[in-house]
């Protein structure tokens, strides 16, 4: 017997698509899934101004592919220079739904990243006057503190001074990967939720480092010790509504992946409900799942929840594929060669 999963259409709020070539080649796995998107700004050069979000908006409309519909909701990358009225304008005039902080240097194009939050303070109040919100890339940089302790030094150091300075502000604690993140959240104000990638739901340390570096598993912030891991599969299926969908979904070619310094990100946007789904389906949690998929999202972002709904089957198919092929060179996706148990089956009408 299939065995069928019927929600309303879900939302990405944490995703990347890049530019050009790239951009074409990624932008319908997203558009076939999900309804909107919170796009993440670190373009080269990053998105800094409301010209920038604006057009590179249109070019994100211009690649969804015919019969698709998706909203992309954009993001301004904040710097040291940030002026605090050009976010206030992009927020009024509905080209940004978010602004990111990327602490500088911290991952893939954050160069041009905060170096120190007390440089953004008055961008940040005008975000917690207006309601937007703050996603926040949270790892501290400094070359002392050691990688798989970034995220709870930030909680320490960053996060929670921050939010104890400004109340009032909206932060969405992006892809956390640690008992400590999960905790931060569960701890904090309504003002404070945070997104969970299927990657640190699925994968451990050990996933990278074991009989082999494994590239492919590499993203930012890293996997952790099982024991996160675990703490994340338990409020990514607990039903608060403090935690929601946002793959980071982060493609680099293959070449650049299996390199001396690989780059960080896993593509995860061809089967991001299906890895997911494998999750919640092994917590008997699928009960779950449309929380968080398509209702914590918008409720924590004040948008509407989508019209329309979709449907997921468990069912034998084919594995999934190697790579996708691109015109700069081929995409490897998350779980290449693995068999996933749930199909995205198609949307319904709204
Ligand atoms: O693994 C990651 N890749 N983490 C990030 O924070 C950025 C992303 C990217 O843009 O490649
Ligand atoms: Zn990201």
Redesign the pocket.
Known sequence: MTHTLTIRRPDDWHL?FRDGVMLEAVVGHTARQFARAIV?P?LTPPVTDVAAGAAYRERILAAVPDGLEFTPLMTCYLTDKTDPEEVRRGFAEGVFTAAKLYPAGA???SDSGVTDVANIRAVLEVMAEIGMVLCV?GEVTHHAIDIFDREAVFIEQILEPLIADLPDLKVVFE?ITSSQGVAFVENASANIAATITPQHLHLNRNAMLVGGMRPHAY??PVAKREEHRLALVRAATSGSSKFFLGT?S?P?LQSDKESACG????FNAPFALESYLAVFDAENALDKFEGFASEHGPDFYGLPRNEGQITLEKRETEPVPEHFMTSLGPVVPFHAGDRLAWHFAGQLPG
């Open positions: 990347h993440m670190n991952t893939t194009n890339h892809h993203c930012l980071d982060a680099h780059c960080a990100g896993i």
